[in-house]
């Protein structure tokens, strides 16, 4: 056999085994003979062979090569191979049919195997210490039966009749009639006393669950309210703050009960006890409020709320409490019950607080005075914009974060007290710095001099620039800093360092020099791969309204440049916004020349169909990719690191830090590497791209994650927990939780603007960035089964077997197909069907035909990136709602099972493929233009 190096040395993925070839100088001879017998078949057979055990198995198992108890070896040409040979591999080999090849040091060996070789595995079962016994039958005896006590008769009547009157002559009657029937004798009345009998023992059920219901509720601390909807009246000293949003509603398991405990108390008159001591303990409140006993008053006053909803509120059934105490709750109080009464009663008592707090905020006693407007009145944020105005900045502060007022307040009023690392805790967490630093420029400048401050070294800190450098501007003894920042967003290139050229040109036009030669190499160059840099200069040059010489320079440049690319390549820019341009500058005849330029109409780009031979491979796997602004790509290589590579395949960078999944920042110049261990457990690493270093962060527990992150909070889930993790700390902490939200946590999708998250029961949950604010919840489809997969039966009895992807605005991609009985969808071979749309509605179908099934999708604006996988190969399809066939269509032959791998990631402008073949593909998605094909090895 000629000597061979192949391209790969091992089976990675999902493969269907043989059988095993296992080395007990590597692993030991003890845990060989384990490994075999667990996995011992049936009609199995084991050879041993140059050292090795040769397991062959009667039928093929499916798993994945990484987890099998040795080499897997599959069986092709004849041929037992433990590595995905290519066919000229194998014909480079010359070896006969039969043979065992396998790959030692990277080269690949062979050897002829046959019975002489065989091993029998019961000779490995050591006998000699078991002593063998003779089988005897065993029938115990059953143990006698003792006889029971014959029962005494204690009737409980008779032990307690100096306390229980007689019992009356028609009950004694219907309970003598139940005791002969249940002995059988007949009563000439069985029917009639039978029927009677069923009924007094369901009265006395029902009488008696009811009394435990009352007695319950006699005890639970009541609310009142005053006319329907109009307002309510709630007890005092009860506080029972309301985890969820919907702190009005009660559970229907309670509310019937008290409903039904209401309807009790009116049966037997009890009602009318309780409404004369309610009425007392509310005249007596009023009173104190009349002489002036304000303590006291306040202690036993009953709040008001004029925007509750009553619907699901039912009566109150006792008598309010005071309370023990004034302190002011951070959270509002859940209302159970209510008290109907007139509507003047309940403005009578809004005037009696109003004057209340008037009074004491008169004498002076501000907490007191609040504690009027947030307890009784239901005015949070007076009573907040009250205790402000008297400089109580910190309880303000807690009572505006506890009743979740507006994101801006909260940050500006624990900036006021002084706690810095609280304001810009919250201010992370709800974006809220731009209402803080609003309000706080009117009434404290040099306070909001400082929250600018740290508003845009946050930004900095974040990776945004941009942003950083237009929030600092207006301070201008800080604006060297602005410069170091322009400077960084040019160094991580791309088109935020095109961005970066308009805006410095725009802040420091003294410095044109210092990047002419950059700015204008951008503007002259005609390549497809910086067309998009191009395109953000021209949106920024657009977008700025400041007029200087260097800008006209750059605009009349542009105008140019345009000109040429809408020439080249018809769509990319438009007359209308090429006269635009020309026009924002005192230019006629430019302007005069770009009119009467002859554009080209728009013609429909032709479908896009690129194949890659299963032989056309690379030899490592890639666990995940991305392309960075500039146009590099950062790999994950698993346990071997991570690479940042240029387009045309030069290693840039290594990072010896194990990867299986990339989160990239949204400027890209930052990113988190992720290496799963075992179960949830995850290893954290981040990566500086602009400095090109790497270092280890930190473990956590986490299921599910976003694949972006804004460089400050990165979004995760944990089984049913929402997490928002401060991607700047130390340590994995959170910004932002959301607990036991009803199921696990199946995906996540964000955007710049949204963040998603699907539950395993298909329930959406979308939020608007970066408020954190929850826009909506929805169900999209149906829950998953034992195999992961969201199937269920429709209308006409079809088998549906769904995979969904939710993008973070809501749309949702459902690719099915239809299955007649329980088979798995790649047994089936019906055609794929692709569903796009909304939440709510179905917008766009497609079918796709037979042979393959939906394995991931990936959504941006209006198209889709669907990768399904085959018998053989794996497709990639990009759909657009414009077109009934798919814009692109990639088939990467011999690629493995694609639920683990290859992967996709599609961001609207770039289109990144992969696989566990080392292949690595880029695409331009506005172009469908080819711009990255590699084979890492």
């Not at 099998?68 to 006969?96: K, M, Q, Y």
């Not at 115990?140 to 007689?166: K, M, N, T």
Request: hydrophobic share 45%; aromatic share 8%.
């Amino acid at each position: 056999m000629s000597e061979l190096r192949p391209r790969a040395v091992a089976h990675r993925g999902v493969i269907r085994a043989r059988g095993f070839v296992l080395d007990p100088a590597l692993i030991g001879e003890a845990t060989c003979r384990r490994r075999i017998l667990d996995a011992w078949q049936t009609g199995a057979r084991l050879f041993r062979v140059e050292g090795r055990y040769v397991l062959l198995l009667e039928e093929s198992v499916r798993l994945r090569g990484e987890a099998a108890i040795g080499e897997p070896l599959i069986c092709r040409d004849g041929l037992w191979l433990t590595a995905p040979l290519t066919d000229s591999e194998i014909e480079a080999l010359d070896v006969a049919e039969g043979a065992l090849v396998w790959i030692e040091a990277g080269r690949a060996r062979s050897a002829m195997f046959g019975d002489e070789m065989s091993v029998e595995p019961a000779e490995w079962i050591e006998l000699d210490g078991f002593e063998l016994v003779e089988p005897s039958g065993f029938v115990p005896e059953e143990p006698p039966v003792e006889a029971l006590p014959e029962a005494v008769e204690r009737a409980a009547r008779g032990i307690f009749a100096d306390f229980v009157p007689p019992v009356d002559a028609r009950a004694e009657e219907v309970q003598r009639a139940l005791r002969r029937a249940a002995k059988g004798e007949s009563t000439g009345r069985e029917t009639s006393l039978a029927k009677l009998g069923e009924g007094a023992g369901a009265v006395l059920r029902a009488t008696g669950l009811a009394v435990r219901t009352t007695l319950k509720f006699l005890f639970f601390p009541w609310m009142l309210m005053f006319t329907g909807g109009e307002g309510y009246l709630e007890p005092a000293g009860v506080r029972r703050p309301t985890p969820t949003k919907e702190k009005h509603r009660s559970g229907g398991l309670e509310r019937w009960f008290r409903q039904l405990a209401a309807r009790l108390l009116n049966m037997t008159q009890l009602s009318r006890l309780v409404g004369r001591k309610q009425a007392k303990y509310m005249q007596e409140m009023v009173e104190m409020f009349r002489r002036g006993d304000l303590d006291e008053a306040l202690k036993h006053a009953i709040p008001l709320d004029a925007d509750l909803d009553v619907k699901d509120l039912g009566p109150t059934l006792w008598s309010p409490s005071p309370r023990e105490n004034l302190e002011l709750g951070l959270q509002k109080n859940r209302v159970s019950s209510a008290l109907f009464t007139a509507v003047t009663f309940f403005e009578d008592l809004q005037e009696i607080y109003s004057q209340a707090f008037e009074e004491l905020e008169r004498r002076g006693e501000i907490e007191k005075a609040a504690f009027v407007l947030l307890e009784l009145l239901d005015m949070p944020y007076e009573a907040v914009s009250f205790l402000e105005t008297h400089e109580r900045f910190e309880l303000a502060a807690k009572i505006a974060e506890g009743r979740e007022l507006s994101g801006g307040m909260v940050v500006r009023l624990w900036f006021l007290a002084g706690d810095v690392e609280r304001a810009l805790l919250v201010a992370r967490r709800t974006g809220a710095f731009a209402g803080a630093v609003s309000h706080l420029e009117q009434s404290d400048p040099d306070k909001a001099k400082q929250l600018r401050l740290f508003w845009a070294d946050h930004l900095a800190s974040a990776g945004d620039f941009g942003g950083a450098v237009s929030v600092i501007w207006p301070v201008e003894e800080a604006r060297h800093i602005a410069c170091e920042w322009l400077d960084r967003g040019i160094d991580v290139g791309g088109a935020l360092a095109a961005r970066m050229y308009v805006w410095k040109a725009s802040l420091l036009p003294g410095e044109f020099d210092s990047f002419r030669k950059e700015v204008f190499a951008l503007l002259d160059d005609t390549s497809n791969a910086r067309a998009h840099e191009r395109r953000a200069l021209v949106d920024a040059l657009r977008t700025t309204h400041d007029h200087n010489a260097v800008l006209d320079v750059l605009r009349r440049k542009a105008a140019r440049m345009m000109v040429a690319e809408e020439l080249r390549a018809p769509g990319s820019f438009g007359p209308e916004e090429i006269e635009a341009m020309a026009g924002s500058i005192d230019e006629f005849m430019l302007y005069e020349d770009v009119r009467r330029v002859d554009f080209r109409p728009v013609t429909r780009r032709e479908p896009v169909s690129v194949q890659i031979a299963a032989e056309d491979c690379g030899a490592v796997h890639i666990h995940d990719a991305a392309r960075l602004p500039d146009g590099r790509l950062l790999v994950a290589l698993g346990d071997a690191g991570m690479r940042v590579v240029s387009l045309d395949g030069r290693t840039i960078a290594r990072f010896d830090q194990p990867s299986d999944a990339l989160v990239i920042s949204d400027s890209g110049d930052r990113a988190i590497a992720i290496k799963r261990l075992d179960g949830r457990r995850v290893r954290l690493t981040r990566v500086d791209l602009v400095e090109l270093w790497a270092s280890h962060w930190c473990y956590a527990d986490i299921s599910r994650w976003a694949d972006s992150y804004d460089g400050s909070i990165w979004f995760v889930a944990r089984v049913d927990t929402f997490i928002g993790v401060d991607a700047m700390a130390d340590d994995f902490s959170a910004l932002w939780r959301v607990a036991e939200v009803g199921g696990w946590v199946s995906s996540m999708q964000r955007s710049e603007e949204h963040l998603s998250f699907v539950l395993q029961n298909c329930e959406v949950w979308n939020y608007e960035l970066p408020s954190l604010m929850l826009r909506e919840r929805a169900e999209v489809g149906v829950p998953e089964d034992e195999h992961g997969l969201n199937r269920y039966v429709d209308a006409d009895g079809q088998t549906m077997t769904v995979r969904q992807a939710v993008f973070a605005r809501g749309q949702v991609c459902r690719a099915y197909h239809e299955v007649r009985g329980e088979h798995l969808p790649e047994e089936s071979h019906c055609p794929l069907h692709v569903e796009f749309g909304d939440v709510h509605r179905q917008r766009v179908s497609w079918e796709l035909g037979t042979g393959f099934d939906a394995a991931r999708a990936e959504v941006h604006g209006e198209r889709v990136a669907l990768l399904l996988h085959g018998d053989d190969d794996v497709r990639l399809m990009l759909l657009s709602t414009e077109r009934e066939e798919p814009q692109l269509t990639v088939q990467l032959d011999g690629a493995s099972y694609p639920y683990v791998f290859p992967g996709v990631r599609f961001d609207g402008q770039w289109l990144t493929l992969w696989d566990e073949r080392g292949r690595l593909l880029n695409f331009d998605a506005q172009t469908l233009r080819l711009d990255c094909d590699l084979r890492l090895s």
